[in-house]
Structure formats: C-alpha cells, structure tokens
C-alpha cells in the first residue's frame, strides 16, 4: 500500500508530510516539531548542499536537494496546521516576487547588460523594504544571524548601494594592507590586548570580504574552496604518512611542510 496515493513529484512529499504530521498516527518526532525547533535542521542541510555542489557528486546534489525540500515543506505544513499559509501560498508569492523583479524578462524593461540588471534587482527590492514601513536604515530587514561572511557581504552591499563605496579596488587592496599592518602593531604590543587584537583581525576579514565583492568572487564559496583543497592536501599526506606507518605528530613542522610541498605539487 503506498503513502502517496500514486501521487508523485512535490505532490506525493506534500502527502508523506501531511501523514508525518498525523495526529493519529504519524511520526511522534515530527509532531514534537515546531518553526523554532527546525532551524538548526534547516541551516544544516543548506550547508550539506553546499557541500554537495562543492564535491560535484550529481546523486548528492539531488538527495541534498530533496532534504532541504522537505524543511520548506515541513514549515508549510506547520503553518498550514495554524491556517497562516499553505506550501502553494508560499510557491505563488515566490513566483509573483521573481515577476516583480524581472521586467527585463516579464515587462517592458528594455535594461539588458548584468550591471543594469543589477543595479534595477537592487532598486526593486529597496522599494519592496520602504513600502513594507519601518525602514530606518539601509541595513534594514537584514537578520542578524546571518553567517558572519553572508553578513558582511550583505552590509557592504546595502552601503555601496546609497553610495558607499570605492569606485575601484586599487583602495580596496590598500585597505587590506593597512588593516594588517593594525593587527602587527597590536602583536608587537608589550602587553597584549586580545580584545582589541580581536577587533583589529576581524577589520582585515571584513577588508578581505570587501576585495572578493569588488572583484565579484563569492567570499563563502572561495573560502569554502579552500578549506575543501587544504582538507584534501592534509588527508593526503596523511595517507602517506600512513604508509611508512607514522602519524602526523610524530614529524616535525619542517617534515610536515616537505610533504605539504610533495602533495601539492602532485596536485596542481
């Protein structure tokens, strides 16, 4: 007997959820479930895609898809328990909101190039913030739980679109340099103060962000990049070492850099 009713495609999960969340009769773990308690879930599996799309495995792409799927549905259904609004509800106001903010594809905008596309996605949403009311600020509606990377990013957006910002990223790079000399002098520092050397350290990541959004690199995937490469390269010297039977710790930093070098150099 099957649960869908053969049903299939988002129907068919729309069904499973409706069933997982049976008063009499469903999962007791998704019926303990609430908007606030699946939040942790959601934010995992939006990495987990992430991950997946970073690795490149097709089949984990899909299966990481489908789970991140099922946090949305789950809301839905939560809400839909409480008659605020339905999955459809939410599918529709989002298609109504991509016409909205493209008249180039569904109006009569004649913008064309990736700049001006840009620049009318960002005015769109500005007036969608102003005639929501209570917009004070241009950091406006920007949650503050965000990723401190996808917060950054966001703030300098918002700052650059009311005028703050250079104009090319030869400042951008000099910044960067002065942030790091902050950091320096606060090392040199006799007596150290590890507040204000925390301030100064998180002024060069915020420089640093501020370089990859000139030079239009996502700071999130670079980074994600590399720590998957430094990740790799690490677990393959490890492999080595694992040959000769010995262990990281047992080699000293000059022996440990050696294999680096040998393990990079097989890569690139």
């Not at 493209?102 to 969608?128: L, N, Y």
């Not at 920007?142 to 990723?147: A, H, T």
Request: charged content about 30%.
């Amino acid at each position: 007997m099957t649960t869908t009713n053969n049903l299939s495609g988002v129907a068919a999960l729309l069904e499973v959820m409706r069933r997982l969340r049976d008063p009499s009769g469903g999962c007791p773990w998704d019926l303990k479930q609430t908007m606030t308690s699946l939040i942790p879930y959601t934010i995992e599996e939006a990495y987990e895609v992430a991950a997946a799309i970073t690795e490149g495995d097709v089949a984990d792409i899909k299966d990481e898809l489908g789970d991140l799927l099922f946090q949305v549905v789950f809301y839905a259904q939560l809400s839909e328990e409480s008659a605020q609004f339905s999955f459809d509800d939410v599918a529709q106001q989002t298609a109504d909101k991509l016409i909205r903010r493209h008249p180039h594809v569904f109006g009569d905008s004649t913008t064309q190039t990736d700049e001006e596309i840009k620049a009318q996605w960002e005015q769109i949403k500005a007036e969608e913030r102003a005639n929501k009311g209570g917009q004070d600020s241009v950091f406006h509606g920007i949650p503050d739980n965000l990723p401190s990377i996808l917060m950054a990013l966001k703030l300098q957006k918002r700052a650059a679109n009311v005028g703050f910002d250079w104009d090319t990223i030869a400042p951008v790079l000099a910044k960067i340099r002065e942030e790091i000399e902050e950091v320096e002098a606060e090392l040199a520092c006799k007596e150290r103060d590890q507040q204000a050397l925390e301030a100064e350290i998180g002024d060069v990541l915020f420089a640093v962000v501020n370089l990859a959004r000139h030079a239009q690199v996502n700071p999130e995937h670079a980074l994600r990049r590399t720590n998957l490469k430094f990740k790799q390269r690490f677990q393959a010297i490890e492999k080595r070492l694992n040959i000769s039977k010995q262990r990281p710790e047992d080699l000293s930093l000059e022996e440990l850099e050696a294999h680096w070098q040998a393990v990079k150099s097989e890569s690139s």
